[in-house]
């Protein structure tokens, strides 16, 4: 059975419903602080810092996997540093520490790009180079995935972690991170709204469409044990642009449609990222390779928003 976290979030939400797919709706335990209305499945409210009530449910269902997706993104994040600190890390300690004493096989751990820093090669950014992350969110991860690495090579526990870039899908909304806005702007363009960017035009970041990113996912989750050299996260890439670039591919569908730029607090945690990701160690381990490209993904994103939001209207 399986335990997912964060599971009302953007990735959360859409995984949770590959999981149910692949494993049965009945072996899927949906948890988040709030059920989302109309979710379909197995759900418990579960606040992901609180260690008796994860213990709770990971021993009352015989739990064998848990994909913690519950964490505080990099824009949010910096509101309050000592709080995400607190939530990212106390939650993690959860799992990890729950996992180890209850017999759960399988720990996924999503880290982030955000981990690298602007120490780095922005360009095709290597698997290990000096990480010195910029923001909470991205000093939490860094640590995490440190944690995850001492889990297995001290008691054997088998976490596994990808290092996302930021993930554009039409079925759920981001929040409080640095590229919601790639996601933001296919539903303002649908809409037949103007769109405020608050990146500036030139700012190039690696981005990964939905389907891959969840490929992705489960392709590392089902490869054979043997397989993964790398349990701190692994460097994972989809594509890369900037902000005009998905602004000129969203105009071939939509000709009118117009975009301002206000860079905001987000624009300095935007240029302290990398701009585009070597994968080489999961394409090897693996067979990790991406599917989606900005236009192929902009023609999806467009056709489903519109199918979405004309359900809405009528
Ligand atoms: C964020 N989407 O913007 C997240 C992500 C690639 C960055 O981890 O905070």
């Given at each position: 059975k399986i335990l997912i976290t964060g599971a009302g979030g953007q990735l959360g939400s859409v995984l949770t419903k590959e999981l149910q797919q692949k494993f049965g709706e009945q072996n899927v335990i949906a948890t988040d602080l709030f059920e989302k209305p109309n979710f379909i499945g197995h759900f418990?409210?579960?606040?992901?810092?609180?260690?008796?009530?994860?213990?709770?449910?990971?021993?009352k269902n015989k739990i064998t996997q848990i994909y913690h997706l519950a964490a505080i993104l990099s824009a949010k994040g910096e509101?309050?540093?000592?709080?995400?600190?607190?939530?990212?890390?106390?939650?993690?300690f959860?799992?990890?520490e729950i996992s180890r004493l209850n017999g759960v096989d399988k720990v996924f751990y999503p880290s982030s790009i955000a981990v690298f820093g602007d120490k780095i090669e922005r360009e095709n950014t290597p698997q290990n180079p000096n990480l010195t992350p910029t923001t909470v969110y991205g000093i939490s991860k860094s640590s995490g995935e440190n944690w995850g690495?001492?889990?297995?090579?001290k008691y054997g526990l088998d976490v596994r972690s990808l290092r996302y870039p930021g993930v554009i899908g039409y079925q759920?909304?981001?929040?409080?991170g640095t590229t919601d806005y790639a996601v933001d702007i296919y539903h303002k363009a649908v809409k037949k709204e103007k769109f405020s960017c608050f990146l500036e035009e030139d700012t190039i970041l690696p981005m990964i469409f939905m389907e891959d990113a969840i490929r992705a996912t489960l392709e590392l989750m089902d490869a054979p044990k043997e397989r993964i050299s790398i349990r701190t996260s692994y460097n994972l890439a989809g594509m890369s642009f900037n902000p005009k670039e998905i602004f000129e591919a969203i105009k071939k569908i939509y000709p009118?449609?117009?975009?301002?730029?206000k860079p905001d607090f987000r624009q300095k945690i935007a240029s302290s990222w990398?701009?585009?990701i070597n994968d080489t160690n999961a394409r090897v381990d693996w067979g990790w390779k991406p599917v989606y490209n900005l236009n192929t993904m902009s023609k999806i994103m467009i056709q489903k928003l519109e199918e979405k939001y004309k359900l809405v209207t009528i």
């Open positions: 418990e409210q579960l606040d992901a810092t609180n260690y008796k009530a994860m213990e709770k449910i990971v021993t509101e309050n540093p000592l709080r995400t600190w607190d939530i990212n890390m106390k939650s993690l959860n799992v990890l690495n001492y889990y297995f090579e759920s909304l981001p929040g409080g009118d449609f117009e975009i301002s730029y990398p701009q585009s």
